[in-house]
């Protein structure tokens, strides 16, 4: 039997390899999103519209359970889109809701011809269900997402459908910003949100790498459903394995990143943890699921590949990082007697990833309309959230080992506040 401290030393340079790599990442993400935000970038609403003739269909899909504080907002600004209605239908999947979500969704189907509604009860069997039965009433030639807490801008559906009409892309991804961002958790949502669509998503788009479809304010050309198939239910990460499924197949996924709407971000310490917990729960299923395939594919660059892989893992780096501390720790403490070597790479790595996770927030937010001091308790507490997500990924972890063997997935539903005033969505 091998022994412990041999065994958490070999653990430990495998975390340290991956905390370098990751390091390295952001890094370059972050010299590479300076050198891009030189470059002039259209904002919303700037430009004509598309030309009616030749605008394709698009149906837009809300799964929907229990949100009456929300979806009317969501509904509002879908009613008045700058889209041709007779091109657009949206269609609620009512999903076995116990509130007002029904009743306020059909007094819009009464007012609009172009709005839906399909009941599903009892219903309350996740997002992929819902949206499966939803696609099964949808006539158009494009499928667009929303989900019921998101308020687009007036032209955000026509920016992501015109992303999708030469061809080239099969699946696009619209730019998320949290309105609510007063308590300290939803302040962080910001900043993680931040670095995510304005720095990293623009980037690996300018590289041609692998962009991620995020489930909501984006969509796809119905071929692209119909030829990898519809959303699968035992998943907790629906977006992230059709992302996968869509890249093996080769469909290209487009960031566009003047189709804006507005989230609600959670703002509460448990609210955070469950939604972190199922994020990374789904994440690195599809990690296991389509890591050999993303490697196989003939239809995906090199690049791409080794991007997509270093995407799907990115939820197992707060493993390395909990390890290599822990190691450090056991060191210092004399449970271990790691070379001196190993135990100053360990703290020089450590510091070296922490630091490259601020440095990625800072540019994000330096380089964005984003006041610096509104985000800084968020950024000063970077190194307290890693640990707190390290422990949640490794619940993660232990969760989903803990289905395969019950073959049981649970879907944690993310509680919503009721819409406030927001800014107005039309010009």
Known sequence: MMDPALLLFYLNSFSMLIMAIYALRHYIYSAIHVILSLRPIKNPGEGPPVPQEGLPRVSILIPAHNEENVIGGLLKSLVTQDYPKELMEVIVIN????????????????????????DIYPGGNGKAQALNIGLEHAKGDVILVFDADYVPMFDCVRRLVENLMDGRYGVVQGNIIPYNHGTFFSKVVRLERLVGYELEFPVRDALRLFVQYGGTVGGFRREVIERVGKWRRNTLAEDTDLTCRAMIHGFKIKYVRDALALEQAVDNLWAYIKQRFRWMKGHIQCFFRYT??????????????????LLLAMYLTPLAWLTTTIYVL???????????????????????????????????????EEKTRSLLPAILAIPIISYMLAIVALAALISLLTDKITGETKWPKTEKRPLPPLTPIQP
């Open 292 to 309: 050999w395939g993303i490697l196989r594919s003939p239809y995906m660059t090199l690049r791409e590949k080794v991007d997509g892989v």
């Open 330 to 368: 056991a060191g210092l403490l004399s449970w271990v007697k790691p070379p001196i070597v190993e135990s100053i790479l360990g703290l020089t790595l450590l510091q070296m990833f922490l630091t490259s996770l601020i440095t990625e927030s800072l540019v994000a937010t330096i380089t964005s």
């Open 95 to 118: 999903d076995g809701s116990t509130d007002k979500t029904g009743d306020i969704a059909k007094a819009f189907a009464k007012r609009f011809n172009f709005v839906k509604v399909v």
